[in-house]
């Protein structure tokens, strides 16, 4: 009898530890899916892996996690989550070191809190306390089972946050004052039910779990409105380098103007002068006018009014500063574009090749323009001598004058990705080349 009864308790044990498994492999199999989304859906791979590598991982991660689950220590799982996250990330993955991190801290807060907001759901539920529902391998499974399915259901929201929110663009600071509250919740939560475990009524423990949800949504809310304001901001800035690029093309105008006049002038000049010549020297002055006038006239042609003055002025510029300017492009027209798109676009890339050029303690100066049409897509390529290498921090080019060339460089960014194209640029120790592709159809991508 008394074996019996031993190898009945032996059997119950066996079930609840099988129950209890299967539990834990639920929650791992799902966070382990929603981890994998994460990355997939807010970072751009490092490596062209396929399916059975990617699911090789996935498994391997899943074995870990069930292992360090097992002993039932959130703490612990929760520092193996965030540090398998932030390192899988990372290493298959690219992106800023910021944005891996606060994404991984806010991903591995928000499941915490999910498990234990559940949890305490359905103990409330159950009328039975929040340790009876932990301990008990059924009630332990099916909240396990509940808890995977509302985060399928919710997580996607999350994503959608983030991917909406330029973590590069608000301060360190505040990222850290963002995941701070999140820590101060989900340490309230562990205290309530540290203490509130052995009682019945949950209430309390209810109130404020609802209480954190609520929190966490206006948190996540004020996240994503600071990080539009920082991202209006930043496009404000654009908009004044934009406007500021334009007047100084305008300027530029009014000197050729200026220029223009005084050729006029010198023109009647010249045909008074050939209208009292004769012989010999009448021949002799016109074929040297005829020289100055080939010297000065555009080495190019091209339809574009404001592509054709600008890079006239950008020409008189590097003659002036004896910079060598070559043209090789096609005559296309830009009307696809706005105006002062244009101007920042030219202006910007010319600019950027003059300055890097003054820099340049190389004798032999250069700018080399070309600019052709592909199908449905315009090229241009600018390559032009430089003095240093320019400096890269956290995959983006930053200005070593006056902040130009960074400010610069993300202007001509985001019109190509205004015109459905891109931007990609490659140096060495003596030349910068950058290239542009645009859609002359506005409405071919979905930005």
Not at 397 to 413: A, D, P, Q, R, Y
Request: glycine share 4%.
């Amino acid at each position: 009898m008394i074996s019996c009864n031993q190898h009945l308790i032996k059997f119950k044990w066996e079930v609840f530890d099988v129950l209890r498994l299967i539990g834990v492999m639920c929650s791992c199999i799902v966070t382990g899916y929603v981890f994998f989304d994460v990355m997939e859906s807010l970072y751009e791979r490092k490596f062209s892996y396929n399916k059975l590598t990617f699911t090789g991982i996935y498994v391997i991660y899943v074995i870990l996690s069930v292992g360090i689950a097992w002993f039932g220590i959130p703490i612990l799982n929760v520092l193996f989550s965030t540090l398998l996250l932030y390192g899988l990330s990372k290493s298959l993955y690219i992106a800023h070191d910021k944005s891996i991190l606060i994404n991984s801290g806010i991903i591995i807060i928000y499941l915490a809190i999910a498990d234990i907001v559940v949890t305490v759901i359905f103990s409330t539920v159950l009328q039975s306390s929040t340790y009876n529902t932990i301990t008990n391998p059924k009630y332990f499974l099916v909240s396990g089972i509940g808890n995977a399915v509302i985060i399928l259901c919710t997580y996607k929201l999350v994503i959608q946050i983030l991917q909406h929110c330029q973590i590069n663009t608000i301060s360190r600071i505040l990222h850290f004052y963002m995941i701070f509250l999140m820590v101060f919740e989900f340490s309230i939560l562990g205290y309530f039910v540290k203490h509130e475990i052995g009682k019945k009524n949950n209430i309390q423990l209810l109130i404020v779990s609802f209480g954190v949800v609520i929190l966490d949504a206006g948190i996540l809310y004020l996240y994503k409105m600071l990080s539009k304001k920082a991202t209006m901001e930043k496009r404000a800035e654009l908009v004044e380098q934009q406007l500021e690029m334009t007047q100084r093309y305008y300027e530029g105008l009014q000197d050729n103007y200026e220029q223009m006049q005084q050729i006029l002038h010198d023109t009647k000049k010249h045909i008074q002068v050939l209208s009292e010549l004769t012989g010999n020297d009448k021949t002799d002055y016109e074929k040297e006018l005829i020289s100055n006038i080939t010297e000065i006239q555009p080495q190019f042609y091209c339809s574009d009014k404001i592509v054709c003055a600008i890079i006239w002025n950008k020409m008189q510029i590097c003659e002036q500063r004896r910079i060598e300017f070559e043209v090789n492009m096609q005559d296309i027209t830009f009307d696809f574009m706005d105006k002062t798109d244009i101007t920042a676009l030219f202006a910007n890339l010319l600019d950027n090749a003059v300055e890097a050029c003054e820099e340049s303690s190389i004798q032999c100066k250069k700018i080399i323009l070309r600019i052709h049409r592909f199908k449905e897509y315009i090229v241009i390529k600018v390559c032009n001598t430089i003095g240093t290498k320019p400096k890269i921090k956290e995959g983006k080019l930053v200005s070593t004058k006056n902040g130009h060339l960074g400010m610069g460089m993300m202007i001509l960014e985001n019109l190509a990705n205004k015109y459905c194209g891109n931007m990609d640029y490659e140096y060495s120790d003596t030349y910068f080349e950058t290239n542009l592709i645009l859609s002359v159809y506005n409405g071919m991508c979905e930005r």
